[in-house]
């Protein structure tokens, strides 16, 4: 990447000459709702409208073939504990809350040191809670649906159990509440066992010089895990937890997710409540759930979904039964396929393209149908994405900046000061480019049901390559922002390995407030696969 001046000066300037109607209104209160439609998406009515044999051939031999999906030697394929599948064995009497806690506080006393997953653990609590559950389920009393289950929540959101740190020298108050979407895990039964490690305010990557922990890939400590929800997404893997919150301003949410093999959704804006949560881009960030399968992302949804009168951006829009969707089968489903390939040219990892070909040969075989598309603005879009999320995130640190800047992250400082140089006038661009792409994607989305890319181009990035990761084009091979900037609900499952049997991402995108499709679609594909049940051969 360019010096600060220069680089943001490029993004400036690609928004200006983004090809947009003049009379384009900035979207000045973001909203999913797209302007060209003034209403929410709703569940699709799937018409029987495709010619099976044209889109989906056509795509098939442009993926390059199908490729055997094989199970790789050095993971262990074995029942790995869901969320999902707790619940039910919790609920027949097959465990109890305190065999779960107690497993869960356990696996994540061997792995937090290796791994660094948590920034506070709350064991006794957490102990406390799993018995009265059990208690509860043993008088025949009626539980809620996370009754009984350990989770983690990310450091960027505020909890009654402790302080928040957001992963900085720099915290915040100290704010003992429980964020919106906190306060109804619990009140659903769920016991939260720990914060989790979060790249500092949500932003760019660790420094190895602060007192605080480095996350680490279980699939190769030497490599990062992706930001920002790194703990929930390493702790996923060391069976730490069930599941957990995280957030997401530009992909913190997915990124970690592929590059450590877990399931992670970040939902539409506007339909789970930001209140509690730190902010890095107040019109970009989203909430939403982390955890082994689609199953379990959908179990933790229909908790945490819905209005908040504290929240504005929150719609006013039902809250469906996400499970309730997850049929298995996407027959008449359309699905838009975009490889992104004009993005990530030169860096690709090798890998990508014949384990994308071989995700797109399972939904297939689930019934779907497949065309070609190309995201609308998409180089347009990222550059808004960068505007909009660290100008936010500028007005809110600057005072810090100017007081305490040596304690804060040196990737932090850089990243967030590159907004130094946009102009307001860069800012209002921004905002009009988004709605017009906003209303190109959702016009995309009356052709299509369904829209897949790789979550990202490339896998786990090496910690003596990290500087070079941001600095050079690889950043840009992660294709998540680009749906914050939109606002549309968007799903990474693990697709499969690199030959450095490193995990790979499918990104499933919907229509505005259809997480159910997306979720269906998510549950569809690992109902057909497995990568989503590998673990590290060091957590054996």
Not at 125 to 134: E, I, K
Request: net charge negative; charged share 20%.
């Amino acid at each position: 990447m360019a010096a600060p001046d220069a680089a943001a000066r490029e993004f400036a300037e690609r928004l200006h000459a983004a090809p947009i109607p003049r009379g384009t209104e900035p979207a000045a209160v973001f909203t999913a709702v797209p302007a060209v439609s003034g209403r929410p998406a709703a569940v699709r009515d799937l018409a029987d409208r495709i010619d099976p044999a044209g889109p989906r051939a056509a795509v098939r031999e442009r993926a390059g073939g199908t490729v055997e999906v094989t199970a790789l030697p050095s993971v262990r394929e074995e029942n790995v504990q869901t969320l999902a599948g707790a619940a039910e064995a919790l609920r027949r009497g097959e465990v109890r809350s305190a065999e779960l806690v107690d497993a869960a506080l356990a696996a994540g006393d061997k792995a937090d040191a290796e791994l660094g997953i948590f920034l506070s653990r709350f064991a006794d609590a957490a102990r406390a809670a799993a018995q009265r559950v059990d208690r509860q389920l043993e008088a025949g009393n009626d539980v809620g649906p996370l009754a009984g289950l350990p989770l983690g929540v990310k450091d960027l959101l505020t909890t009654l159990d402790g302080p928040t740190s957001a992963g900085s020298l720099v915290a915040p108050a100290d704010d003992r509440r429980d964020a919106t979407a906190v306060a109804r895990l619990r009140a659903a039964g769920g016991i939260v066992v720990g914060k989790t490690l979060t790249s500092e305010y949500g932003v760019g990557s660790p420094d190895v010089r602060k007192p605080l922990p480095v996350p680490r890939n279980p699939w190769d400590p030497a490599r990062w895990t992706g930001g920002s929800s790194a703990g929930n997404a390493a702790g996923l893997i060391a069976d730490a937890f069930l599941g957990a919150l995280g957030t997401d301003s530009g992909g913190s949410i997915r990124m970690p997710s592929a590059f450590c093999g877990v399931t992670g959704l970040k939902p539409t804006y506007g339909r789970v409540s930001r209140v509690g949560g730190l902010p890095m881009g107040w019109s970009t960030d989203h909430v939403g759930p982390m955890a082994t399968t689609a199953r379990d992302c959908a179990l933790l949804l229909e908790v945490i979904a819905g209005l908040d009168p504290a929240d504005p951006s929150t719609a006013d829009v039902p809250v469906p039964r996400y499970t309730d969707a997850l049929t298995g089968d996407l027959t008449r489903v359309r699905i838009g396929v975009d490889r992104l390939d004009r993005v990530a040219a030169g860096v690709a990892d090798p890998a990508l393209g014949p384990v994308f070909a071989a995700a797109l040969d399972v939904l297939v075989a689930a019934g779907a149908d497949l065309v070609e598309v190309e995201l609308p603005l998409y180089p347009e879009m990222a550059a808004a994405s960068i505007v909009i999320t660290l100008s936010e995130a500028l007005a809110y640190h600057r005072a810090d900046f100017a007081t305490r800047a040596a304690d804060f992250f040196a990737n932090t400082l850089a990243t967030i000061g590159i907004a130094e140089a946009f102009s307001a006038a860069d800012y209002v661009q921004a905002q009009r480019v988004r709605r017009a792409g906003q209303d190109a994607v959702a016009a995309l989305f009356e052709d299509v049901d369904l829209v897949v890319t790789p979550t990202a181009a490339i896998a786990a990035t090496s910690y003596d390559r990290l500087d070079s990761f941001f600095e050079s084009g690889e950043f840009f091979a992660v294709y998540a922002p680009y749906w914050n900037v939109v606002g549309n609900p968007a799903l990474s499952v693990p697709m499969g390995f690199t030959a450095d049997r490193l995990p790979l991402g499918l990104q499933v995108i919907g229509a505005a407030f259809d997480e159910s499709l997306v979720l269906r679609a998510g549950d569809a594909f690992q109902r057909r696969t497995g990568w989503h049940g590998t673990r590290p051969t060091w957590g054996a």
